[in-house]
């Protein structure tokens, strides 16, 4: 079965740490994404990759990067954690195939607090 | 720009009662449209998708969604709800072709009561 995993469910840091997301997926899947969640907001697309070493900011890059050096892993970065940055992490995967945007398969989550 | 608007934040509704949440969609031409579902403390599962062709879709767990061109909707329906489907609803847009980027709703939360 398909399976995309993220290395912790819940997470606590503080103020100026930096804070790595970790990333698996065993589809072997081009494409992988990393959103967060926040009441009210839905899913904001922060950074996806296309390939090995290829990324592309999403829609609030600002504060993340990202580091995708293997297909299966990709790894969402806080430079410097700020509490404005507490919130629900999702990662995504998806294959690249013809026609484009095939459904995307999600982790189960990572709760990140930023204290 | 691509855009989701999903009108209800909140749906309770009794269990064995049908069910539709709404989905209106901004896009140039016909995209690919998606549902979503998350349960508590889980990531987000695909219902359905619609990419093309029979505009009535059908999808897991008994939902289905109908394709409106004309009213930019593509609404979910279930006709009859149990108390395991109380969970949060995402409806997406993607663009054919093209890179992956989906733009995601901002999500009906269902609460079925007995």
């Known amino acids: 079965d398909v399976k995309v995993t993220q290395s912790s469910r819940y997470l606590v840091k503080r103020t100026g740490e930096k804070v790595f997301l970790e990333c698996v997926q065993d589809m072997d899947h081009e494409n992988m994404f990393w959103y967060r969640q926040d009441p009210g907001l839905g899913l904001r697309l922060i950074y996806f990759?296309?390939?090995?070493?290829?990324?592309e900011k999403g829609d609030i890059p600002e504060g993340y990067s990202v580091s995708r050096e293997k297909k299966e892993r990709f790894s969402l970065i806080l430079e410097s954690a700020s509490t404005n940055q507490t919130s629900m992490y999702l990662c995504?995967?998806?294959?690249?195939?013809?026609?484009?945007?095939?459904?995307?398969?999600f982790g189960d989550g990572t709760r990140l607090s930023i204290l | 720009a691509q855009s989701v608007t999903q009108p209800d934040i909140h749906i309770t509704v009794s269990e064995g009662a049908s069910l539709e949440l709404r989905c209106n969609y901004s896009y140039g031409a016909t995209p690919y449209l998606f549902w979503y579902v998350q349960s508590p403390g889980q990531g987000l599962q695909l219902l359905l998708k619609?990419?093309?062709?029979?505009?009535l879709v059908q999808g897991i767990k008994g939902f289905e969604a109908e394709f409106k061109r004309s009213q930019s909707s593509f609404n979910l329906r279930k006709p009859s709800v149990h108390w395991s489907d109380a969970a949060e609803y995402f409806c997406a847009v993607g663009a054919p072709g093209g890179y992956q980027k989906v733009t995601f709703g901002i999500g009906t939360k269902l609460q079925v009561i007995p």
């Open positions: 990759s296309y390939d090995v070493k290829m990324k």
């Open positions: 995504a995967s998806s294959p690249l195939l013809e026609g484009g945007n095939q459904p995307q398969h």
């Open positions: 619609y990419f093309s062709g029979d505009t």
